[in-house]
């Protein structure tokens, strides 16, 4: 009999898929490291594993303790999981602005959900940063995950998602492409791919309403760079630890609107059915096409699962109140 003895096993080892009809007219292979095959639906899992069993060995969260974390979801999913099976309440901390969906899902796996204003500054005690660090606090035996400058987060993808794509193109990886939330794909992937080549290429997709492109371009953080965005797990309003911006090559920025129109096009063309960084992400990959030549392989990352876009982005009513449906196929 072949089984894995609970889900937590289940995570990684990902596939690669090749992308055949919106990358039509580059040049090069695209593929997509495809994380919604991992059992919370997300990339997620595999720092949320880590940073658990980091935490753990550290002696910061202890049998039946409650791990506390402010999270878009994604994050939340995997580590509801790590609670489940190895026995933690879980407290969810979550903006206003992510999808009922994903809110409802945290709820299923049995976290507690505190839903927080989007539109304040991170300092500010409502912010959904503030306020996991109060309940963290206010709480005994309660762990701050901190995904933003827990090193664990990297590190995850040091040790897992960055060697499953070196050993998924037998090392011919030349471009890796991810968008930058908390910034641990792209710098736990980005380090140890440059480990194995230094001339392996790591881009950023930024969202318009983030500071990550104008600061990694000028080293200014600029207030006047944010602003309320759409696009879900991509962009920040801070300067996360774990954003590594010196194995970052450059970061494009990709509008609400196209990430949208190209999470439909992903599911409608290639049968893959996504989260909204996907669609900026396959965007990214198309702005950047005048850095990829014939014998490229290009590597993109795709966070998460459409079923948790579908009040939003695939929702045809949503689209229209956005303006997002208007010339639809002009911007194909
Ligand atoms: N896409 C989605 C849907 C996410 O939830 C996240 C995590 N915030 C990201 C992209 C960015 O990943 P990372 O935090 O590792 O930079």
């Known amino acids: 009999m072949e089984y894995a003895s609970n889900i937590l096993e289940t995570i990684g080892n990902t596939p690669l898929v090749k992308i055949n009809r919106i990358t039509q007219g580059l040049p090069c292979l695209v593929l997509a490291k495809y994380e919604t095959f991992n059992p919370g639906n997300s990339v997620k899992d595999r720092m949320a594993l880590k940073m658990v069993e980091d935490a753990e060995a550290r002696g910061v969260l202890r049998p039946g303790g409650t791990i506390v974390e402010g999270t878009s979801g994604n994050t939340g999913m995997g580590l509801a999981l790590v609670a489940i099976i190895k026995g933690y309440h879980m407290i969810c901390v979550i903006s206003d602005k992510q999808s009922k969906e994903k809110m409802d899902i945290l709820r299923a796996m049995g976290c507690q959900v505190h839903v927080c204003p989007t539109d304040v500054a991170p300092d500010d005690p409502r912010s959904y940063y503030s306020t996991a660090r109060r309940l963290a606090s206010e709480i005994p035996g309660a762990w701050y995950v901190n995904q933003y400058d827990n090193p664990a987060n990297t590190q995850a993808h040091f040790e897992s998602t960055g060697p499953e794509i070196w050993e998924q193109t037998d090392g011919k990886v030349t471009h890796f492409v991810v968008g930058v939330g908390t910034g641990g794909t792209i710098s736990g992937v980005g380090r140890y791919l440059k480990s194995k080549n230094p001339a392996i290429k790591v881009w950023g997709v930024d969202t ?125």
Do not use: C
């Open 208 to 332: 318009y309403g983030s500071v990550f492109k104008k600061y990694h371009e000028t080293g200014i953080f600029d207030e006047n760079e944010i602003y309320p965005y759409l696009t879900e797990g991509i962009g920040e309003d801070i300067l996360p630890a774990n954003v590594d911006f010196g194995i970052i090559d450059g970061f494009t920025k990709v509008t609400d609107r196209d990430a949208a129109l190209y999470t439909r096009r992903l599911a409608r063309e290639e049968g893959m059915f996504l989260g909204n960084s996907a669609g900026a992400a396959i965007k990214g990959v198309l702005q950047l096409a005048p850095h990829f030549g014939p014998d490229d392989v290009v590597v993109v990352l795709f966070h998460d699962h459409g079923s948790r876009y579908v009040g939003k982005i695939f929702n045809d009513d949503w689209m229209r109140a956005q303006g997002f449906l208007e010339g639809e196929s002009q911007s194909k």
